[in-house]
């Protein structure tokens, strides 16, 4: 059943200040201090059951990369067998729950979340992800549980959209039913959100659900799972099983019973999970619904009228908090030349006063990126720019691996709008600047629509009225979140539904009701309560 009972809509979760002796920060700083100072064990979550494999991951600071906070169980093929009949035998009982019912789990856990749990969310999201006390604020607290309650809203609207006309004598409705099977759910490691929200929505709608978080964020999604168990998930609809990708192939990709992937992470893996569904497309019971959000390349687009301070806040703002590892953030930019030495003296001198290092100093802008692998990567690209004629680090361009995986907030200048780091994904604090001439401006708009491949966010930042009109027009399509005169991240749940298009993803905006449509399979009825007997026509009469 449907249901009938309204859920109210809900308000952002505030964001809490952590000013000097303020509660907050007094109980985070306790618990920061006390999982440092401790060493988990994380098992996998089957069925209910804690299980223990012996095949041990690390989870480490990324600030400080010698410091393990605790060594997590990884599944093989016997133990994701086990999460995918756990979660089919769930099935039948959890999709037969009132749908108020299911809702009012999530809704608990959003509670716990902004209440009890708030401060360890938080505390396992700065240690295990190195994200400064803000950045782990709006993400692990605000940000995840309004998922869960905005998410809750958007599936009694579902429910309530029924169709408009029922004849006389006839009654015509529809069923929201979830998908049969299971969902596999791939979540990234740059936001704690949404390791929680990607099992979670589909969940909220009756599936069940195998979860495979980022090896390097399990710390934190472990906690969320634990959140889940407390506030009344039955047994088996999630299903935490971390594991290494190559598992997933041979084992719940090649699953009968795949009905969909909710996934966040790179393009190389979403178009590799494309194509391995494709491949096993003829043994499923049905097609399976992949809902994607992956790689970026964001833009800061200015024009000559642009305010220089603005633009300098959004480009700091937009490509180096977090380290510049969010799929928004700002990695391009194109500046006309009448301010651009305004714009770069602004920036010298504001970055010069940012401080990067450990987060549990509340004083750091940028703590580090996330592992090794990252942080090669993105030194791997100031080398290539430091050989190059065609561009030049301007600002930053330091990596030191000595304790933590630091990276200094870099940008780059460019004479070639179409260099490699205008068009490739590095995900850290690069940014790269293309300097255009003032009366080139659809030229430029041209370039900044047709360099990247990917489609997911960007701002610009203009005074002009008529200005804005012509780069918003110019830019549709080339982006899913648009910003004018603000930075390309931090979107908000209820207020901008995120998601981007082209090589960016499916766009099916997760914090929206839209995504939420992707994890049902509506039947429509129509009941007839005085149905004809004679199988004849008027028509067919000939007198």
Same mark, same amino acid.
């Given at each position: 059943m ?14 809490f200040g ?20 401790s060493k988990?064990e994380?098992?996998l979550?089957?069925?209910g059951?804690?299980?223990?494999t012996?095949?041990?991951?690390t989870?480490?600071?990324p ?15 016997k ?5 995918t ?6 099935k039948a009982?959890?999709e ?7 809702a ?21 999201t700065m240690?295990?992800q ?8 709006v993400?692990?607290?605000c ?9 809750a809203?958007y599936?009694g609207e579902?429910?309530r959209?029924?169709?408009p006309?029922s ?6 409705r ?16 740059n ?5 929680g ?6 969940a909220m ?18 906690f ?6 407390e ?8 299903n ?6 190559s598992?997933?192939?041979?084992t719940?990709?090649a ?16 178009q ?14 049905t097609y399976?619904r992949?809902?994607?959000e992956?790689?970026g ?37 194109y ?20 401080? =990067?290092g450990?987060?549990?100093?509340f004083?750091?802008?940028? %703590? #580090? *990126?996330?592992?090794?692998?990252? /942080?090669?990567?993105? @030194? ?12 030049k680090?301007?600002i930053?361009?330091g ?13 780059v200048?460019?004479?070639?709008p ?13 940014m790269?600047?293309?300097?255009y001439p ?24 203009a005074?002009e009225?008529?200005?804005?009109v012509?780069m918003?027009t110019?830019?549709r399509?080339? =982006?899913?979140?648009f910003?004018i005169?603000?930075?390309?991240? %931090? #979107? *908000?749940?209820?207020?901008?539904? /995120?998601g981007g298009? @082209? ?20 039947r429509?009825?129509k ?11 008027p028509?067919?009469n000939?007198a």
């Amino acid at each position: 059943m449907n249901g009938t009972y309204c859920i109210a809509k809900p308000a952002n979760e505030p964001v809490f200040g952590y000013a000097p002796g303020s509660r907050e920060k007094l109980e985070l700083k306790a618990r920061l201090a006390e999982l440092s100072n401790s060493k988990l064990e994380l098992p996998l979550l089957i069925g209910g059951r804690e299980v223990r494999t012996g095949k041990l991951g690390t989870c480490v600071m990324p600030h400080d990369h010698r410091h393990v906070l605790a060594e997590y169980h990884q599944a093989g093929p016997k133990e994701l067998a086990e999460a995918t009949a756990a979660a089919l035998q769930a099935k039948a009982a959890w999709e037969s729950t009132p749908w108020e019912h299911r809702a009012a789990v999530f809704l608990k856990a959003a509670d716990l979340i902004s209440g009890p749990w708030r401060a360890t969310l938080n505390a396992a999201t700065m240690l295990g992800q190195s994200k400064t006390v803000f950045q782990a604020e709006v993400d692990a607290a605000c940000e995840l549980a309004d998922f869960m309650r905005f998410n809750a809203w958007y599936m009694g609207e579902i429910y309530r959209d029924q169709p408009p006309v029922s004849p006389t004598g006839t009654w015509n409705r529809i069923d929201y039913r979830p998908l049969e099977g299971f969902i596999l759910a791939i979540t990234p490691f740059n936001f704690t959100s949404i390791g929680g929200n990607l099992p979670s929505a589909p969940a909220m709608l009756g599936n069940t659900v195998v979860w495979k978080p980022s090896s390097t964020a399990v710390y934190s999604n472990y906690f969320i799972a634990k959140i889940l168990q407390e506030a009344g998930l039955p047994d088996g609809v999630i299903n935490f099983v971390p594991c290494q990708a190559s598992a997933l192939p041979g084992t719940v990709l090649a699953d009968e019973w795949l009905a969909g992937i909710h996934f966040t992470g790179s393009t190389e893996v979403f178009q590799t999970l494309f194509q391995q569904v494709a491949n096993n497309i003829g043994r499923y019971r049905t097609y399976p619904r992949l809902v994607g959000e992956t790689g970026g390349k964001d833009f800061i687009f200015a024009h000559r009228s642009a305010d220089v301070d603005a633009l300098a806040a959004g480009i700091i703002r937009g490509a180096f908090e977090y380290q510049g590892q969010k799929c928004s953030a700002a990695s391009r930019g194109y500046v006309p030349a009448s301010i651009s030495s305004a714009l770069l003296g602004k920036l010298r001198t504001e970055i010069a006063s940012m401080k =990067v290092g450990d987060v549990e100093d509340f004083t750091n802008f940028m %703590g #580090a *990126v996330i592992d090794r692998k990252s /942080f090669d990567n993105i @030194r791997s690209y100031l080398a290539f720019v430091q050989d190059s004629p065609d561009a030049k680090i301007v600002i930053g361009g330091g990596c030191d691996d000595t304790e933590g995986y630091f990276v200094q907030p870099t940008v780059v200048v460019t004479t070639d709008p179409k260099f490699r780091t205008m068009q490739e994904e590095i995900f850290g604090p690069v940014m790269t600047l293309y300097v255009y001439p003032d009366e080139k401006l659809a030229e430029a708009l041209a370039l900044c629509d047709e360099t990247s491949p990917y489609g997911l966010t960007g701002a610009i930042f203009a005074g002009e009225r008529s200005a804005i009109v012509e780069m918003e027009t110019a830019l549709r399509n080339s =982006v899913g979140n648009f910003y004018i005169n603000d930075k390309p991240t %931090g #979107a *908000v749940v209820g207020q901008q539904p /995120f998601g981007g298009a @082209r090589k960016s993803g499916t766009n099916d905006k997760a914090g929206a009701r839209v995504n939420l449509q992707r994890w049902v399979s509506p039947r429509a009825i129509k009941e007839t309560f005085n149905p004809p007997r004679d199988w004849r026509y008027p028509f067919m009469n000939e007198a």
